[in-house]
């Protein structure tokens, strides 16, 4: 009896930071998202210590399967290629970010199976509240053009970034913000929607389920939509159509869904090259960050040929960037012809970065992890098609593969899905 007592005293002991990080989590990362990283690292401990305590398996917190294998590779590659990388320390750091976040996503993704049932409805619970605040506060920043973000840069200066980009700086003042600035947030914001939909349908019964997830629908849609994040806009209008074809088609969804993955990576080239020759860049109804990266796409093609097989090296994309101030910019064009920071697209980046070979690599990481949501209760699967669609918009068009914050959000993302899924059927389908 008294044995029984202390297994429970230490379960309880090691669990009870779940809900609270699993309410702040979302709330903070929709505030600040460069805290993801360390938000993303609370979170799997919260989770992976009471494993262990309960006497769990370490050796059984990474469990073998094609998707594990497919992103390890990914991540080995990007090892290697540090070798010919223009800055070596970049492209291991990276790599070594990528490694963490992958052993540390699937861990935590193994010890979700020790909680019990009310102990995960209260997590996912926390998480849909967390996002749903998270999402209000965006909300205020959009309309008010970022009040409280500008209020806590002058309140606390070590916050204001080194150079006055999309801000306006006016006597040590922050006296303006440019709403692009919060794009980071508006991605965070919309990669909670689909795990928080799942939760909230699972969680809920009677006709208050409807009501909650409409309103956490338009908690998330409402901001996306005022933004200026081009790429969460295509992936809040993508989404949902995705959403209903897996509903209605799920396991032939899903197969597309794979295959769409592996054929991007086959198009995007072509499609660089056709969209430069179409004079996209010099449409006066097109966004002007689109006609931007028309050019960043088309220069970046051109030079994937130079080093076609196996890339320049991760991360490698920042150091051999043409300064703004040589890179040919001709009139009309409202970006100069150079490859910019990164490519603003996962599937070009690839190519640039790491050949043919980190393509193959990449196209049978992603169609592994796509292939995998059939394992997942039925019910959960046209939610976890939507998960992966928007990842897949955002990454198409959005930022570097390789910046921190994104890495770490796209954990957090596989870790709420797991626990969203868990919540509707067996868990034991999973990795």
Not at 108 to 117: I, P, Q, R, S, Y
Not at 164 to 184: D, E, P, Q, Y
Not at 221 to 234: G, L, R
Not at 307 to 329: C, D, M, N, Y
Request: glycine residues 6%.
């Amino acid at each position: 009896m008294s044995k029984a007592v202390g297994l429970n005293s230490r379960r309880f002991d090691g669990s009870r930071a779940i809900t609270p990080m699993f309410f702040l989590t979302p709330l903070v990362t929709s505030a600040v998202p460069r805290l993801t990283w360390l938000f993303f690292f609370l979170v799997a401990i919260v989770l992976i210590v009471p494993f262990l305590r309960q006497g769990g398996d370490r050796r059984q917190l990474i469990r073998p399967s094609a998707a594990l294998i497919g992103v390890l590779l990914v991540a080995l590659y990007a090892f290697i290629s540090a070798m010919w990388a223009a800055n070596p320390s970049a492209a291991f750091g990276e790599a070594s970010l990528l490694l963490g976040v992958i052993l540390t996503t699937f861990a935590a993704g193994t010890a979700l199976a020790t909680l019990d049932k009310q102990q995960l409805r209260r997590a996912a619970l926390a998480f849909t509240a967390g996002a749903f605040l998270g999402a209000f506060f965006l909300l205020i920043e959009l309309l008010t053009d970022g009040a409280i973000t500008r209020m806590a840069m002058n309140l606390i200066t070590v916050l204001q970034p080194d150079r006055a980009k999309h801000l306006v700086i006016f006597g040590g003042k922050v006296t303006k913000i440019n709403l692009s600035m919060l794009n980071r947030n508006v991605a965070i914001g919309m990669f909670f929607l689909w795990p928080g939909l799942l939760i909230l349908r699972a969680a809920e019964r009677g006709p208050g389920r409807m009501v909650s997830m409409g309103l956490f629908f338009l908690a998330v849609a409402v901001p996306v939509t005022i933004s200026e994040h081009d790429s969460s806009q295509v992936a809040l209008i993508g989404s949902p159509l995705v959403f209903l074809l897996a509903w209605a088609w799920r396991r032939a969804t899903i197969r597309a869904l794979a295959v769409l993955w592996c054929v991007a990576f086959v198009v995007v080239l072509p499609l660089d090259f056709l969209a430069f020759k179409a004079d996209l860049h010099m449409a006066p109804w097109l966004p002007s960050s689109f006609r931007a990266r028309v050019i960043i796409w088309e220069y970046t093609a051109e030079r994937v040929l130079d080093h076609p097989w196996f890339g320049i090296g991760a991360a490698s994309t920042p150091a051999l960037k043409e300064p703004r101030t040589v890179a040919e910019q001709p009139p009309g064009f409202v970006f100069p012809r150079s490859t910019g920071q990164h490519a603003h697209d996962l599937f070009l980046q690839t190519w640039y970065e790491l050949g043919v070979a980190g393509v193959i690599l990449m196209a049978f990481a992603g169609a592994a992890v796509a292939l995998r949501i059939s394992l997942l209760p039925f019910e959960a699967q046209p939610f976890a098609v939507a998960t992966f669609a928007t990842f897949f918009a955002i990454a198409a068009f959005a930022w570097g593969i390789w910046q921190e914050w994104l890495t770490c959000a796209v954990g957090l993302l596989v870790i709420y899905s797991r626990v969203a899924a868990s919540l509707v059927g067996n868990d034991s389908a999973h990795d």
